[in-house]
């Protein structure tokens, strides 16, 4: 998909990732973010890791002059959305039609061609996880679309029960509210593999991506624990969740090659 966004010129192709959008843009008051987030963790929970078929290039146009690749085949998609298209995630909006996009705006006479020349085009894409995404003003001075926080699908699970029950959940970016939270050390941004531990809703620690491998050659997660609850054994789930999913990516990304 990448390099069909390149071939066509998208302006767009190191801003924006290839992604299929399940909740259209919309704006969220401050006190509906953690609702929000949770709607994804829920969803991620239940649902794993799924495969779409893409093709052959089609347009919104004359409505909206995009150039896409429709879903063929989208049944675990719709599910997904459903899952996630429920307050404070919607609004009233054009009826839903999952697609990837290749260029967000182009010409008639651009369109026709690719539509032309990649009728036959099909292929299968993996979807993996669920991102939430906020518009940003960059130093630059551009507005454009950056993650804010993350859940891979199956990366979530309850561990324990009643009021010492820790929920975990595996993404790539650690949620503002969670920062926010559990003020890591000073300097310290978390990203790659992260996993963040929550009781009760609310945010107790997490471990992210180290910048050295132990002794070993191995990978090491740095953790972090919410100081009222330290003791309680979160490190040690958190340091152990880290290391199964690191495990899990690097034998996905093995078995891609």
């Known amino acids: 998909m990448q390099a069909l966004r390149r071939a066509l010129g998208d ?12 909740v259209p843009p919309l704006r969220l008051r401050s006190a509906e973010l953690e609702p929000a987030l949770a709607l994804l ?3 991620a929970r239940r649902h794993p890791p799924f495969e779409v078929l ?16 429709p879903v063929l085949e ?26 990837v996009t290749l260029l967000a705006s182009a010409g008639a006479g651009r369109i026709a061609a690719a539509c032309e020349l990649l009728a036959g085009f099909r292929t299968a894409a993996s979807v993996h996880r669920l991102t939430m995404v906020a518009r940003r003003r960059t130093d630059d001075g551009a507005s454009r679309w ?3 926080a993350d ?15 820790v929920e975990l959940a595996a993404g790539t970016v650690a949620d503002p509210p969670s920062l926010a939270l559990l003020a890591p050390p000073a300097g310290t941004v978390p990203a790659g593999l992260v996993v963040l531990a929550r009781r009760e809703g609310a945010p107790v620690g997490l471990a992210w991506r180290p910048a050295e491998p132990d002794g070993a050659g191995g990978p090491v997660p740095a953790v972090f624990v919410e100081t009222a609850v330290r ?15 690191d495990a899990r990516r690097r034998a996905a990304e093995t078995v891609s090659r």
Request: no cysteine; proline share 12%.
């Open 11 to 22: 302006p767009d192709l190191d801003h924006v990732a290839p992604h299929l959008t399940v």
């Open 151 to 165: 859940v891979d699908l199956d990366g979530v699970r309850a561990v324990g029960a009643g009021p010492l029950a």
């Open 41 to 43: 963790r829920a969803a």
């Open 146 to 148: 950056a993650p804010l």
């Open 74 to 99: 989208g049944e675990r998609l719709a599910g997904l959305r459903t899952a996630v298209f429920r307050p404070p995630l919607v609004r009233e909006t054009h009826p839903y039609v999952p697609h």
């Open 54 to 69: 893409l093709g052959p290039p089609a347009t919104f146009a004359p409505v909206t002059a995009t150039l896409h690749l």
């Open 231 to 245: 003791g309680q054994g979160i490190g040690t789930l958190l340091r152990r969740e880290w290391l199964f999913r």
